[in-house]
């Protein structure tokens, strides 16, 4: 199912903000490499540079060992890409489409070099905050492994966590 552009993630504007974005996370590192950055300073510009260009509170990421995690490109990536809003009037089936994405794991095309192709797999944290956005009572371990009274494990699935939210949290 196709979502409404307004759900999709705005590829259109990662396009223009990554290259950017990556060039001062890697001058940012090589500057530290020769210089060390013990005040911060650096950081600081970096952090308010970021801000500038896409909004964000640029807190919630590891700008110093980036490549300790998943590397400057997704660093990059995730910085870039501009965060959801809130949508008014999502349909049943729009909700289980992002459900769906978020629960199945889709091969991407190999030869799309896009960056929608390139980052095709880290797109999760988008739809998470979509959720948390969209649907008052949504709680990220809908998608994780549960124990029930019995101890024993289980997983919901794509229905049930569609029913979840939308009978319980759906603004």
């Not at 996370?25 to 911060?40: G, H, M, T, V, W």
């Not at 510009?45 to 919630?60: A, F, P, R, V, Y």
């Not at 991407?108 to 009572?137: A, P």
């Amino acid at each position: 199912m196709e979502l409404r552009k307004e759900i999709e993630p705005d590829f259109q504007t990662l396009e223009k903000r990554y290259p950017e974005v990556l060039k001062l996370i890697l001058a940012y590192s090589d500057y530290c490499e020769e210089n060390r950055d013990e005040d911060n300073t650096e950081y600081q510009k970096l952090e308010n540079k970021l801000h500038e260009m896409t909004g964000k509170d640029i807190s919630q990421f590891n700008l110093w060992e980036w490549w300790e995690e998943e590397g400057a490109e997704v660093l990059a990536f995730r910085i870039s890409l501009p965060a959801p809003k809130i949508i008014e009037h999502i349909t049943k089936d729009e909700l289980a489409e992002i459900v769906r994405r978020q629960k199945t794991f889709v091969m991407q095309d190999e030869d799309d070099k896009s960056l929608k192709g390139q980052f095709h797999y880290h797109l999760d944290d988008y739809f998470i905050d979509f959720l948390t956005l969209n649907f008052t009572t949504f709680d990220r371990r809908l998608f994780q492994r549960q124990k029930d009274k019995q101890g024993n494990y289980f997983e919901y699935n794509q229905n049930e966590i569609v029913e979840k939210l939308w009978n319980d949290g759906a603004r």
